[in-house]
């Protein structure tokens, strides 16, 4: 039985996919969603085997979207749905195994559904290990992050994010409307906004330097930073990276 996610913000192509997918034999369509928020959401709580995706969403392109939905079901194979033929090509480079045109027809989404269910196991962790890959590879710079809250993903701008911390063995990411909780470890959250006003001051500690406060030197020539929130007052800086903190800061 394959799993099916829609992900498509036109309500008409949703329910044509929907209906096709729902004629062939030992697939279910597990849910549909009309934005990427929504959708990172229900994959990580339905873990679909298959995410049908528009390559063009609303707010951002389905090269974007793939990455984050890979992120959260890291078995999902993506098949993109496009309205053009010039995009059909650019479905395979950027990680599809599969692309469907619009209007949707029977015989084109079976071939698709043969393709996806001849996949033997190991055929399939390839697969999957070939879309990350080609996502990777093309250096996709979305400056946004997806925590927790409620039980609900949220997809959190960067520039929300006031600092993180290890906690247990988790991630606590800390804004304004209070802390959420990330998925991934610290050391892949630094990795993830490398080259942003995200750093590493600690071991336990990433900081958002747009949202430093205050500098305060403490003993021995280390630091502390005060933070633009009502939150933890001091955030340490380690030894390692104070020469770097004072300069991207300007300090002397």
Not at 80 to 101: C, N, P, Q, R, S
Not at 109 to 120: C, D, F, G, H
């Amino acid at each position: 039985m394959l799993k099916i996610l829609i992900i498509d913000d036109e309500l008409p192509a949703r329910d044509e996919l929907r209906y096709l997918v729902s004629q062939e034999v030992d697939t279910e369509v597990v849910g549909d969603a009309d934005n990427v928020a929504e959708a990172v959401g229900m994959a990580a709580t339905l873990q679909p085997d298959v995410i049908f995706l528009d390559i063009n969403m609303r707010e951002m392109s389905g090269l974007e979207a793939a990455a984050i939905l890979r992120k959260v079901a890291k078995e999902a194979m993506i098949v993109f749905a496009t309205a053009y033929d010039e995009f059909a090509l650019k479905a395979f480079d950027i990680g599809a195994v599969d692309y469907i045109l619009k209007p949707f027809e029977q015989e084109r989404i079976s071939k698709t559904i043969a393709r996806l269910r001849n996949y033997q196991p190991d055929e399939w962790s390839m697969a999957s290990r070939q879309v990350d890959t080609a996502l990777g590879g093309s250096k996709i710079l979305l400056r946004k992050l997806p925590v927790e809250k409620a039980g609900k993903i949220v997809l959190l701008n960067y520039n929300e994010i006031i600092y993180a911390y290890a906690n247990n063995g988790a991630v606590s990411v800390v804004t304004e409307n209070g802390e959420l909780n990330y998925g991934g470890t610290l050391a892949e959250l630094q990795e993830r906004v490398e080259n942003t006003t995200l750093i590493r001051v600690h071991k336990s500690y990433i900081v958002n330097l747009d949202q430093v406060k205050e500098v305060v030197p403490w003993f021995k020539g280390t630091y502390w930073l005060k933070m633009n929130c009502n939150c933890k007052n001091e955030i340490p800086v380690s030894k390692s990276q104070i020469k770097e903190i004072k300069t991207i800061l300007g300090l002397k």
